[in-house]
């Protein structure tokens, strides 16, 4: 059975940091594309940062550039995100998704990933 878990969330001030992290069990991160999306409440899911199946530049989304860092550790099986300079509007429910082989064009993170974890809440305080 495949299962994705983030783990990492949490309350912290504005400014802070956090790091998520998201385990695998039944897959292999390398054999897939990864990324991290939220959801704030009343908002749609939006994508945060994805990495290609081929292992390319990973993606930002404009709002979390040079703050947050996408990362993964093929030895563990892991993926993390590294959030630094934390706002308020960064609260929501983080997730974490793969998709089996998938090549993401530059530029690209889709929300219709195959994969998903069932998420850890973030919460920014002002």
């Known amino acids: 059975q495949v299962q994705l878990a983030e783990s990492g969330g949490g309350s912290v001030q504005a400014g802070g940091s956090l790091t998520l992290s998201c385990t695998a069990s039944?897959?292999?991160?390398?054999?897939?594309?990864v990324g991290w999306f939220r959801q704030a409440p009343g908002k749609e899911r939006e994508a945060v940062s994805c990495?290609?199946?081929?292992?390319?530049?990973?993606y930002y989304a404009d709002s979390v550039k040079g703050r947050f860092t996408f990362s993964r550790d093929s030895a563990k099986n892991t993926l993390y995100l590294q959030m630094n300079s934390l706002k308020p509007e960064d609260t929501a429910i983080y997730y974490c998704?793969?998709?089996?082989?998938?090549?993401?064009?530059?530029?690209?993170?889709?929300?219709?990933?195959?994969?998903w974890g069932q998420g850890t809440q973030v919460t920014v305080s002002a």
């Open positions: 039944g897959l292999t991160f390398d054999d897939y594309a």
């Open positions: 990495i290609s199946w081929t292992g390319d530049t990973p």
């Open positions: 998704a793969a998709d089996y082989q998938t090549f993401l064009p530059p530029g690209t993170c889709p929300t219709d990933f195959g994969t």
